[in-house]
Protein backbone atom coordinates (compact mmCIF):
# COMPACT_ATOMS: atom_id res chain seq x y z
CA UNK A 1 0.00 0.00 0.00
CA UNK A 2 1.36 4.13 -0.85
CA UNK A 3 -0.64 6.75 -0.21
CA UNK A 4 1.16 9.69 -1.75
CA UNK A 5 -0.43 13.31 -0.40
CA UNK A 6 0.43 16.43 -2.24
CA UNK A 7 -0.88 19.91 -2.10
CA UNK A 8 -0.06 21.47 1.05
CA UNK A 9 1.14 24.90 1.61
CA UNK A 10 1.26 28.13 3.24
CA UNK A 11 -1.83 29.78 2.71
CA UNK A 12 -3.50 33.15 4.23
CA UNK A 13 -6.63 33.13 6.43
CA UNK A 14 -9.76 32.66 4.23
CA UNK A 15 -8.36 31.24 1.64
CA UNK A 16 -8.38 27.51 -0.30
CA UNK A 17 -6.16 24.91 -0.56
CA UNK A 18 -6.78 21.45 -2.51
CA UNK A 19 -4.99 18.02 -1.08
CA UNK A 20 -4.90 14.69 -3.25
CA UNK A 21 -3.78 11.88 -2.58
CA UNK A 22 -2.99 9.22 -5.16
CA UNK A 23 -2.90 5.26 -3.61
CA UNK A 24 -1.57 2.21 -5.23
CA UNK A 25 -1.21 -1.51 -4.02
CA UNK A 26 -4.35 -2.10 -3.42
CA UNK A 27 -8.19 -1.96 -5.07
CA UNK A 28 -9.17 1.42 -4.48
CA UNK A 29 -12.68 1.59 -5.51
CA UNK A 30 -14.24 -0.90 -2.95
CA UNK A 31 -12.08 0.80 0.05
CA UNK A 32 -13.09 3.60 2.19
CA UNK A 33 -10.73 6.36 2.34
CA UNK A 34 -9.77 9.20 4.55
CA UNK A 35 -8.17 12.42 5.19
CA UNK A 36 -6.80 12.86 9.09
CA UNK A 37 -4.81 15.62 10.54
CA UNK A 38 -2.57 16.61 13.23
CA UNK A 39 -1.43 19.78 14.67
CA UNK A 40 1.62 20.52 17.03
CA UNK A 41 1.03 19.09 20.43
CA UNK A 42 -2.32 17.49 19.54
CA UNK A 43 -3.62 14.12 18.56
CA UNK A 44 -4.27 13.03 14.96
CA UNK A 45 -7.82 13.55 14.55
CA UNK A 46 -9.99 12.70 11.96
CA UNK A 47 -11.26 15.30 9.05
CA UNK A 48 -13.06 13.45 6.20
CA UNK A 49 -13.73 10.26 5.08
CA UNK A 50 -15.70 8.84 2.18
CA UNK A 51 -17.14 5.16 1.64
CA UNK A 52 -16.63 2.79 -2.07
CA UNK A 53 -20.11 4.51 -2.82
CA UNK A 54 -19.11 7.86 -2.29
CA UNK A 55 -20.96 8.22 0.98
CA UNK A 56 -19.06 11.42 3.63
CA UNK A 57 -18.33 11.96 6.82
CA UNK A 58 -16.71 15.40 8.72
CA UNK A 59 -15.26 16.25 11.75
CA UNK A 60 -17.58 19.23 12.58
CA UNK A 61 -15.00 21.61 13.18
CA UNK A 62 -14.88 21.63 8.75
CA UNK A 63 -18.18 21.10 8.04
CA UNK A 64 -19.60 22.83 5.29
CA UNK A 65 -15.82 24.37 4.69
CA UNK A 66 -13.95 21.11 3.44
CA UNK A 67 -15.13 18.51 0.69
CA UNK A 68 -13.90 14.84 0.45
CA UNK A 69 -14.12 13.28 -3.16
CA UNK A 70 -13.13 10.99 -4.87
CA UNK A 71 -11.64 9.61 -8.48
CA UNK A 72 -12.52 5.98 -8.77
CA UNK A 73 -10.37 6.10 -11.81
CA UNK A 74 -7.50 7.67 -10.93
CA UNK A 75 -7.22 5.59 -7.68
CA UNK A 76 -7.25 9.58 -5.97
CA UNK A 77 -8.82 11.09 -2.96
CA UNK A 78 -8.82 14.87 -2.18
CA UNK A 79 -9.81 17.15 0.13
CA UNK A 80 -11.09 20.68 -1.09
CA UNK A 81 -10.59 23.21 2.03
CA UNK A 82 -12.49 26.84 1.74
CA UNK A 83 -12.64 29.40 4.09
CA UNK A 84 -9.32 28.19 5.34
CA UNK A 85 -8.54 29.22 9.36
CA UNK A 86 -5.39 29.33 11.28
CA UNK A 87 -6.65 26.32 13.44
CA UNK A 88 -6.59 24.61 10.57
CA UNK A 89 -2.72 24.22 10.05
CA UNK A 90 -1.97 20.85 10.90
CA UNK A 91 -0.41 18.00 9.06
CA UNK A 92 -2.70 16.00 6.61
CA UNK A 93 -2.47 12.46 6.05
CA UNK A 94 -4.17 10.68 3.64
CA UNK A 95 -5.38 7.20 5.00
CA UNK A 96 -6.79 3.67 4.24
CA UNK A 97 -8.34 2.63 7.41
CA UNK A 98 -9.26 -0.69 8.19
CA UNK A 99 -7.62 -2.65 5.19
CA UNK A 100 -6.13 -6.05 6.28
CA UNK A 101 -6.77 -5.44 10.30
CA UNK A 102 -4.66 -2.77 10.51
CA UNK A 103 -4.94 1.52 9.21
CA UNK A 104 -2.39 2.58 6.52
CA UNK A 105 -1.06 6.32 6.30
CA UNK A 106 0.54 8.47 3.76
CA UNK A 107 3.35 10.62 4.46
CA UNK A 108 1.66 13.68 5.49
CA UNK A 109 1.50 17.21 3.69
CA UNK A 110 1.79 20.29 5.58
CA UNK A 111 -0.70 22.99 5.69
CA UNK A 112 0.20 26.40 7.35
CA UNK A 113 -3.08 29.06 7.84
CA UNK A 114 -1.26 32.20 8.39
CA UNK A 115 -1.22 35.62 7.62
Known amino acids: VQLQASGGGLVQPGGSLRLSCAAS????????MGWYRQAPGKERELVAG???????NYADSVKGRFTISRDNAMNAVYLQMNSLQPEDTAVYYC??????????WGQGTQVTVSS
Open 25 to 32: GFIFSVNT
Open 95 to 104: SLPRYRNRDY
Open 50 to 56: ITSRGAT
